[in-house]
């Protein structure tokens, strides 16, 4: 079964591509013609080549200067006239055919395109317009004059506008005129006036509060009306252009809600002449000095497309707006930061792309966050090869892991499943500290880390990746994407590690420092997109890690199972199906609906020296969202429902069986509260009932305020509670003496006998833009509390027991971090950060602060990339002293100090792209370059049947300096 998964995805991708060959063959019978299709920009280009591409059209391209689309299409399948009614649905006219004008007036702002004299009003038109004569004879239609710059102050206006009783309300940036339609007496004209003037813009005679104005976006702060009228307007359409002045603009991206979000740090440069150039400040604007007949301006940015056009009007605030990753009106050159932090977001959402994953070898998961002060990854014990991943002081089982919002590797699988993600599968990973939204569950404590897959219909067609190290570890990676056609894509993400060496043990004690095997995974998955709203995605993940470990001179033939020497293993299968479907409401782009559907099945047999350990978990996951505006933007809201089902398994030392079923289902609603860009508040509550514990009440809370420019301060609370998996989450224990003390109060009865977990996290963070260098930095400082109620503690303060048992006590961590990136030079980026922790549990023997864990530590990145495709990344990492639990009561040659000693940590990596289109990349690199291990990680090494063995008491790096190259190659 496992080889017969493991090779047969390639060539079932290559029997695909054949049976494609002869799809496209076919389709060089169709038809062409060229249709006049009236619109504006780069983004009515894609909403007419969208709406045309209906079953049977192979091609549909617009063009933007002579307003024609070119057609390939198979009139078997569809006819032109069917075409031309799927555009003019949208609200484009198209020919003898009128765009429909209720979607036409719901265009965005640029798109606004003069109709065509000779269209005549489609079926769709036709029922609209006698919908709007129905609605007119009843409401009142009005023109005001409300003064305002840009997209920004048009959201705001009509947003303030559209209060109950008004119908519509379209606001011109060129007119200043808002046009409603509305309702006498249910919304009266002054007190529509009075809402907008409350929000900050003048209208007809009434004056906005000062304060309010003031507090506008940068860009939005407009030449005030005096008694009603627009002043110095006449004198700048008839100005020209052909003198020195400040050109003001504004770069906003469109979000699927329709949201409007400054981008920060674009570079904006005159096509005339690139000296001439600025980047956007914390608000999205830039100013940039014009000289002579300069109208052409260049904006880069990275994974936006569009063209250079000539701007209309310069001394009008320009405006540029980013949708679907389209920057409209402008061509986009360069690349985004690496890691930044989303700025609009009420969580404060650290945000690591692939060009920060390229820093290091980044093989899997587990080594992702090498270059990140945020999280740490240690391993478990000296000879499993666990790893787990530490946020603000706590485990890593406390950070909920999702992949694209679905339940990553959990359970069983979580000591194992940092190894099962490779490295060349990830688009982007978004680490958010402290707690999250409620539409993700009730088991986020310490932070979310969410991972995003690499997608099928923009992805790379074929990536590779082949890696190596002088340890003998090979990595090797193969990612295939295809388009099958306008709808469908899929891809194959493959990877296969091998580890041979069985020699290498850095201290000398006899151990390998590494298990030895094979891992293999892969993924196969596919997207689903109609054009009206429906996406679907689904796909399957196999995992297979077969790893031997132990003394280096362990055969698993002859030794496994007694005394000759010392052993242990690991097979692991996982099989994982998910599927999300979501639905956007094409006449409210607010409003949508999802379903997230996630299955698997683990199962793992292991054995540590005579000790013998196998589990078994089948998890079933759904959840359902649904999310609205409650009459403005201004107000949001998510409800949904969700169910969560586990079925365990284990079986330890062949005696003791642990098995229980876990279902928790619940409901919750979110509600965000938006007034305008300088304030965000998510509340959000989860009701939900556990089939072990009964119910359980998750109330959220997520702020976000910039109080003044480049500022931005954020404040989060919550609860969060999750059952304890004690075995497998402590599997290093197995690889010891120590015998394992379950402290039950009543007899082993639900999750071992033992109370779930639930804490209360409290964060609060600040962020501050600023210049340094004549360059954009940002510093901040993050403080996060986490309090238990109760914890499954693990105690270890007796060398010869590890405990379990329910807290009785407090037990928190306090975390302290503060951060400084910037750039001192052209194209170097510089992070440097400090944290401190403090954590603290009461254990049956007092309260001590938690073992193996650094109270401080120091980091510095620092990034430096060259146009001709050099790259340099080197990491520092200061490592404090950790505590040691105490061997007191073992004989003294088998005691070990109380408290470790610091150490430093180097990584390096050169990188080198080649080729016409930057395509095949060399690198090279090496870690702990500093050659810093620890000495004696397994204690009691010469007698590992012994009483005092033990390979918990890891607490600095198990393998010293590291080499290794590797090759990565990508066609798009």
């Not at 798109?111 to 009142?140: F, G, K, M, W």
């Not at 009106?329 to 989303?342: A, C, D, K, L, P």
């Not at 790893?387 to 339940?407: A, D, F, H, R, W």
């Not at 008491?953 to 290794?964: E, I, S, V």
Request: hydrophobic residues 35%; proline residues 3%; aromatic residues 10%.
């Amino acid at each position: 079964m496992k080889q017969i998964l493991k090779y047969a995805l390639i060539p079932l991708f290559f029997l695909l591509s054949n049976s494609l060959k002869a799809e496209f063959h076919f389709a060089k019978q169709d038809s062409t013609t060229t249709l006049h299709v009236a619109g504006n920009c780069g983004m009515c280009k894609k909403r007419i080549e969208k709406a045309a591409k209906i079953s049977g059209v192979a091609s549909a391209i617009w063009n933007e200067d002579t307003q024609k689309l070119a057609l390939t299409y198979n009139s078997n399948k569809s006819t032109l006239e069917v075409i031309k009614k799927s555009i003019a649905d949208v609200g484009h006219d198209v020919e003898n055919v009128r765009g429909n004008d209720k979607a036409y007036q719901e265009l965005h702002e640029c798109c606004l395109y003069p109709r065509l004299e000779n269209a005549t009003v489609s079926p769709a038109s036709t029922v609209s317009s006698t919908n709007l004569n129905t609605t007119t004879a009843i409401d009142s239609t009005a023109k005001l004059q409300v003064a305002g710059n840009c997209a920004l102050c048009k959201k705001r206006i009509e947003t303030a506008a559209s209060i109950n009783g008004v119908t519509s309300a379209i606001w011109s940036v060129d007119t200043k005129e808002l046009i409603l339609k509305y309702n006498a007496q249910k919304a009266p004209l002054e007190t529509i006036k009075k809402g907008i003037a409350a929000v900050g813009h003048d209208v007809d005679n009434l004056r906005a509060d000062d304060k309010v104005y003031e507090q506008l976006h940068e860009c939005c702060l407009y030449p005030r009306m005096e008694n009603g009228n627009l002043i110095e307007a006449t004198a700048k359409k008839t100005d020209s252009h052909d003198h020195n002045h400040i050109v003001t603009g504004v770069v906003v991206e469109e979000n699927e809600k329709g949201d409007l979000n400054p981008i920060v740090g674009v570079n904006i440069h005159w096509l005339e002449d690139k000296s001439k150039n600025v980047r956007t400040n914390e608000n999205g604007v830039f100013k940039l000095q014009h000289h002579g007949n300069f109208k052409q301006i260049v904006v880069s940015f990275a994974g936006m497309q569009s063209d250079t056009i000539t701007v209309k009007d310069l001394h009008e605030v320009v405006m540029i707006n980013a949708k679907s990753n389209v920057l409209a009106e402008v061509v986009v050159t360069g690349s985004r930061r690496s890691n930044f932090i989303n700025r609009m977001n009420p969580a404060r959402v650290e945000v690591l792309t692939t060009k920060e994953l390229f820093k290091a070898a980044c093989c899997d998961l587990s080594e992702s966050f090498e270059t990140n002060a945020s999280v740490d990854v240690v391993s478990n014990d000296a000879v499993t090869g666990s790893k787990q991943i530490q946020m603000l002081g706590l485990s890593g089982i406390y950070t909920q892991l999702t992949v694209e919002n679905l339940p990553g590797p959990r359970g069983l699988a979580a000591p194992l499943g940092l190894n099962s993600i490779s490295g060349s599968w990830i688009e982007s990973i978004q680490i958010a500290k402290g707690i999250g939204s409620v539409a993700n569950g009730y088991e986020n404590m310490a932070g979310q880390i969410n991972v995003e897959l690499k997608k099928p219909q923009n992805s790379d067609r074929l990536y590779f990746n082949a890696y190596a190290n002088n340890m003998g570890r090979t990595d090797v990676n193969l990612n295939l994407a295809k388009k099958i056609n306008n709808n469908w894509s899929t891809s194959f993400l493959l990877h296969d590690n091998f580890m041979y060496n069985k020699k290498m043990n850095f201290s000398g004690n006899g151990f390998r420092d590494i298990p030895v095997g094979n891992l293999f995974s892969g993924v196969n998955r596919w997207n689903y997109e109609n054009g009206k709203g429906l996406i679907a995605q689904f796909g399957i993940k196999y995992l297979n890690d077969d790893r031997t470990g132990g003394q280096t001179d362990f055969n698993k033939k002859t030794d496994k199972g007694t005394t000759n020497r010392y052993g242990l293993g690991f097979d692991i299968e996982r099989i994982e199906g998910f599927a999300k479907i979501g639905y956007v409401f094409p006449e409210n782009r607010h409003r949508s609906i999802g379903l997230q559907l996630a299955g698997s099945n683990y199962n793992q047999k292991s054995y540590f020296g005579l000790k013998n350990y196998n589990g078994e978990q089948q998890n079933g996951y759904a959840n359902l969202i649904f999310q609205d505006v409650l009459g403005t933007v201004a107000h949001k809201y998510r409800v949904g429902a969700s169910v969560n089902y586990d079925n365990y398994d284990e079986l330890y030392l062949a005696i003791q069986n642990f098995k229980r079923k876990e279902t928790v289902s619940g409901a919750f609603v979110e509600y965000t509260f938006s007034p305008n860009e300088k304030f965000d508040a998510v509340v959000g509550l989860r009701q939900d009932y556990n089939s072990l514990y009964g119910w359980f009440t998750t109330p959220r809370l997520n702020l976000r305020y910039t109080p003044f420019s480049g500022n931005t301060l954020r404040l989060s609370a919550g609860r969060g509670q999750r059952t304890a998996n004690i075995i497998a989450e402590n599997m290093s224990a197995l690889a010891s003496s120590r015998t394992l003390i379950i402290k039950s109060p009543n007899n082993f009865k639900n999750a071992y006998g033992l109370q779930p977990e639930v804490s209360w996290n409290t964060g609060f963070t600040i962020d501050q833009s600023f210049r340094l260098f004549n360059r954009e930095a940002t510093a901040s400082v993050e403080l996060f509390r986490n309090s238990f109620d109760n914890q499954v503690v693990v105690d270890y303060e007796n060398p010869r027991e590890i405990s379990f048992y329910n807290l009785n006590g407090k037990s928190y961590s306090n975390s302290i971090q503060a951060e400084l990136r910037f750039s001192p030079l052209p194209r170097l980026e510089t992070r440097l950060a400090y944290r401190l922790l403090d954590v603290q549990t009461d254990f049956e023997s007092g309260r001590k602060s938690k073992p193996l864990l650094a109270k401080h530590r120091g980091f510095t990145n620092l990034a430096y990339s060259l146009p001709s495709g050099w790259s340099f990344d080197y990491t520092l990492n200061i490592v404090g002293d950790k505590r040691i639990p105490s061997t007191i009561e073992n004989p003294i040659e088998y005691q070990v100090a109380t408290k470790s000693n610091a150490y430093v940590t180097m990584n390096a990596q050169v990188s080198k792209d080649f080729g016409k289109h930057k395509n095949f990349t060399i690198y090279v690199g090496g870690e702990n370059l500093t050659n810093y291990f620890q000495h004696n990680p397994i204690l009691g090494a010469d007698d590992p049947f012994g009483s005092y063995f033990d390979t918990s008491l890891l607490w600095g790096p198990l393998t010293g300096r590291m080499f290794y190259t590797g090759v990565r190659f990508h066609i798009n």
